[in-house]
């Protein structure tokens, strides 16, 4: 099984102070100890920008991020996937769509418009506005 990571889940996940950091970290240990059936997690270049950014700003030590980014270019449990002009298209069809939400930023919506594409349901985030698109949330 292949789920898509959400930035939020990731930050988590490498980030101590972050409020779901146990969470993030439980549930990455669960997919490594083979507890669950993930045989892979999928992220988008987007998301490894928006990520790598992130944990640059609160990184005491630029050497962890570099190994973590290494660690999601390289290894075998992760796949980066590319944000193409057709997703750019349909992200931008969900971004006028749910303009009311306030917090929606357009990398979440290439999240979704990749997820349906490649035909992936399942979304590890900790941001609750996937729900109200139909994504299924996974924590």
């Given at each position: 099984?292949?789920?898509?990571?959400?930035?939020?889940?990731?930050?988590?996940?490498?980030?101590?102070?972050?409020?779901?950091?146990?969470?993030?970290?439980?549930?990455?240990?669960?997919i490594a100890e083979g507890e669950l059936p993930v045989k892979r997690i999928c992220l988008s270049d987007y998301v490894f920008d928006?990520?790598?950014?992130l944990l640059r700003v609160v990184a005491s030590d630029v050497n962890d991020v570099i190994s973590f980014g290494e660690e999601l270019?390289?290894?075998?449990?992760?796949?980066?996937?590319?944000?193409?002009?057709?997703?750019?298209?349909?992200?931008?069809?969900?971004?006028?769509?749910?303009?009311?939400?306030?917090?929606?930023?357009?990398?979440?919506?290439?999240?979704?418009?990749?997820?349906?594409?490649?035909?992936?349901?399942?979304?590890?985030?900790?941001?609750?506005?996937?729900?109200?698109?139909?994504?299924?949330?996974?924590?």
């Amino acid at each position: 099984m292949r789920i898509f990571a959400d930035t939020s889940a990731l930050f988590a996940y490498k980030y101590k102070k972050d409020a779901n950091h146990i969470r993030a970290r439980a549930f990455m240990e669960k997919i490594a100890e083979g507890e669950l059936p993930v045989k892979r997690i999928c992220l988008s270049d987007y998301v490894f920008d928006e990520l790598m950014t992130l944990l640059r700003v609160v990184a005491s030590d630029v050497n962890d991020v570099i190994s973590f980014g290494e660690e999601l270019r390289q290894s075998g449990g992760f796949q980066i996937l590319k944000v193409e002009e057709k997703i750019i298209d349909s992200a931008w069809e969900i971004f006028k769509k749910y303009k009311e939400m306030p917090k929606l930023s357009f990398t979440d919506c290439t999240n979704v418009a990749l997820t349906k594409a490649v035909n992936l349901d399942s979304i590890f985030t900790y941001d609750k506005h996937f729900a109200k698109m139909g994504m299924k949330i996974i924590e």
